[in-house]
C-alpha cells in the first residue's frame, strides 16, 4: 500500500511546552487511522500538521512523497481536510456551510450544487438544505461540519473526537459514514478519538499517544492484545477500568475493579485484564429498574456537563461512570448534583480489552 503522509523526527513546541516530541509515522493510502490517547497527548497537534494549518518546530512532513515546505504548502492544503471537535457554523443555511469550502476554491455552480448534494446524501441529511445550521442540534451540526469536509474530496479526512459528547444516534450515523467515505471513495481517515469502542471496532490501525509520542502502532487486534493490561494508563478514557477476572459460570465472568465493584461480563478471559463500557450502554434511573441487565450499581452524580441536546453526567458508584442521558430525561428525572440514581448495563454491552 501506498504511503500518503509521512512524519519523519516532527516535534512542535509552543513556547515552554513540548506538544509532540519526535514523532515518525506513516500514513497509508486509503485507511483509517485512529489516534488513541488522554487529553493533552498530541492528538489534535498532530492533526493541525497534518492540515497544514502549523508547521513542526523540528522535523518534516511529506504528502505524496513531497516534503512540505513554504512553497506548496497551499497546493498540498487543498488535499486535506480537518474537521475540530468543537463545530464550527456559518450563521446561514445548512446548504450555504456545506458550499462555503468549494466557493473559496472557485469551484462551478453546477459541481457545487452537486457536492453539496452528495455530502449531504453521505451524512443523512437530505431535505435540510435550506434550515439555519445553528438551530440544528448538536448532533446534525457536527454532521454538517463533517459535510463540509466531504464536499471537497480531499485524499485526507482529519477528525478530531468526531463523535465526542454526542447522542447515539448521531454517533452511530457518524460513525457510518467515516467507514462508508473510506469503503467506497478510498478516502484516507485519521481520527482522534479516545472511544475504546470506537477505536477497536472502526480502524485498520491503532497509533497510541501519550506525552507527544506515539508508544504503540498495529492492528487494532494487536494492540488491545498486548496493552490490554495498561490500556488504562495509555487511554485514561472515561468508563475504562483495570481490574481481575474470573469465570463465574454460564458463560459469565466476573471482573473486580475495586472499590467493591465487580463487574459481569460475557468475555470468557481470566487474570488481569482492563474493560470498557460505553457511556451510552448505561441506563440511568432514580430508582432500581427490572431488567435483564446484570448490572446494577447505586450512586451519586458528581458532575454534570450540559452539552445541549445531551447531558454528560459522572456517576459516583465505587468507582466513577460517565453516563449520557437526554436533555429531556435529565429534566424529567430532576436530577442535580448529588442526587443518588441508578446504574444498570448488561454484561453483553462490556468490552474487555
Given at each position: ?113 452537486t457536492e453539496v448534494r452528495r455530502a449531504l446524501r ?232
Amino acid at each position: 500500500m501506498a504511503i500518503l503522509a509521512e512524519l519523519k523526527d516532527v516535534t512542535k513546541i509552543y513556547g515552554d511546552k513540548t506538544a509532540l516530541k519526535n514523532v515518525n509515522l506513516q500514513i497509508q493510502e486509503g485507511e483509517i487511522l485512529a489516534l488513541l490517547g488522554p487529553n493533552g497527548s498530541g492528538k489534535t497537534t498532530l492533526l493541525k500538521l497534518l492540515a497544514f494549518l502549523e508547521a513542526p518546530t523540528n522535523g518534516e512532513i511529506k504528502f505524496q512523497g513531497e516534503i512540505i515546505n513554504a512553497k506548496n504548502i497551499e497546493k498540498m492544503r487543498l488535499q486535506s481536510t480537518l474537521v475540530f471537535q468543537k463545530t464550527v457554523l456559518f450563521d446561514t443555511s445548512v446548504y450555504n456551510n456545506v458550499a462555503y469550502g468549494l466557493k473559496i476554491r472557485r469551484t462551478p455552480r453546477e459541481a457545487v450544487d452537486t457536492e453539496v448534494r452528495r455530502a449531504l446524501r453521505l451524512v443523512r441529511l437530505e431535505g435540510f438544505e435550506r434550515q439555519p445550521a445553528k438551530k440544528l442540534s448538536g448532533g446534525e451540526q457536527q454532521r454538517v461540519a463533517i459535510a463540509r469536509a466531504l464536499a471537497l474530496r480531499t485524499k485526507l479526512l482529519l477528525l478530531d473526537e468526531p463523535t465526542a459528547n454526542l447522542d447515539p444516534k448521531n454517533a452511530s450515523i457518524i460513525e457510518d459514514v467515516i467507514a462508508t467515505v473510506n469503503r467506497e471513495y478510498e478516502t484516507t481517515v485519521v481520527m482522534a478519538t479516545h472511544n475504546m469502542f470506537q477505536a477497536k471496532a472502526l480502524p485498520h490501525r491503532v497509533a497510541l499517544m501519550e506525552e507527544g509520542q506515539i508508544t504503540e502502532m498495529g492492528e487494532p487486534a494487536e494492540i488491545f492484545g498486548k496493552l490490554s493490561k495498561n490500556l488504562v494508563r495509555f487511554a485514561a478514557v472515561e468508563n475504562t477500568f483495570a481490574g481481575t477476572a474470573k469465570a463465574a459460570g454460564s458463560g459469565i465472568t466476573i471482573v473486580d475493579v475495586g472499590n467493591g465493584v465487580q463487574v459481569e461480563v460475557t468475555a470468557q478471559k481470566q487474570g488481569e485484564v482492563s474493560i470498557f463500557v460505553n457511556p451510552q450502554d448505561i441506563i440511568l434511573s432514580k430508582h432500581v429498574v427490572e431488567s435483564s441487565a446484570r448490572n446494577v450499581f447505586k450512586g451519586k452524580i458528581i458532575e454534570i456537563k450540559d452539552l445541549g441536546a445531551v447531558v454528560k453526567l459522572k456517576v459516583d458508584a465505587g468507582k466513577p461512570f460517565a453516563v449520557q442521558v437526554t436533555k429531556r430525561s435529565f429534566n424529567e428525572m430532576g436530577l442535580n448534583l448529588n442526587s443518588e440514581v441508578y446504574i444498570a448495563f448488561k454484561a453483553s454491552s462490556v468490552q474487555m480489552l
